[in-house]
Every structure is written in structure tokens, then in C-alpha cells.
């Protein structure tokens, strides 16, 4: 008779984002339900960085990349925000970086970031996921 241990319910390792703290809103959007305050506030931060570039100049960019790594081990939702904030800049990067075809594509793409800054705060301050469009993401 051979015995097998049981299978444990809760894994060793750590999984990006728990299942069990994503819900499908009645509107059919992706809320996070355990998000704290401090969470919330991460993420609208994260998102509306460029408001921060006339404050303090070129190190604006920086705001996500440390809040997202401060934060990212501890909070799914932060990590999320800020894996497609980061995304985001490495999108306006390769933009700058290709000429003519980066330069021509930037300009369009530059209203819609500008419009998805605001949709991704508002998405953030209610616990929701948000996705930005038009973005390659490098960092899944």
C-alpha cells in the first residue's frame, strides 16, 4: 500500500497575479477586490508621471520604474499598473529611437497615450485593470 503525501492548496511559489483577487465587474471590466488606498494611489501615480516632468524635470519617467519596483513583490495590482506604465515608456523610446517612421507614428500615438493616461488613472483609482493600446509588451 503506498501512501502519497496530498497535494498542498497553497504553492511555494508566488504567482503574478492571484486569481482569487480578480473579479469581472458587473460592467464587465477586471477589478482588483483586496487593492488597499496605498495600492490605488500607486497606480493613479504611475499613469499620470508626465504631469510631474514641469515639477521635476527629467527624472519624471523614473516615477513608475520606482514605484513598480518598490512595490511589485507586495501589491499584483501595482505590479500590473506598472508593468504596462513601463511598457508604455519603452513604446515612446522605440518611437524616438526609429527615425521617420518612429518620428511620423509618434505624433498619433501621442494623442491616444494622452487620452490612456487619464483612462488608466481612473481605471487604477476604482481597482480596475487597464491595458494601454497600441503598446508592444516587452515586459509580460
Do not use: K
Not at 516632468?53 to 527624472?59: C, E, K, N, R, Y
Amino acid at each position: 500500500m503506498s501512501h502519497s503525501a496530498p497535494a498542498s492548496s497553497t504553492s511555494t511559489s508566488t504567482t503574478r497575479l492571484p486569481l482569487e483577487r480578480w473579479r469581472r465587474a458587473p460592467n464587465g471590466r477586471v477589478r482588483d477586490g483586496q487593492a488597499s488606498d496605498a495600492e490605488r494611489v500607486a497606480g493613479v501615480a504611475m499613469h499620470l508621471w508626465p504631469l510631474a516632468v514641469p515639477l521635476i524635470g527629467p527624472f519624471a519617467p523614473f516615477i513608475p520604474l520606482f514605484l513598480w519596483i518598490a512595490m511589485r513583490r507586495s501589491s499584483a495590482f501595482v505590479d500590473d499598473h506598472g508593468r504596462e506604465c513601463i511598457n508604455t515608456q519603452i513604446m515612446i523610446l522605440i518611437l524616438l529611437v526609429v527615425p521617420c517612421i518612429g518620428w511620423i507614428a509618434l505624433i498619433p500615438w501621442m494623442l491616444v497615450w494622452i487620452v490612456s493616461l487619464v483612462r488608466g488613472a481612473v481605471a487604477a483609482a476604482g481597482c480596475e485593470i487597464f491595458r494601454y493600446p497600441m503598446v508592444l509588451r516587452v515586459l509580460r
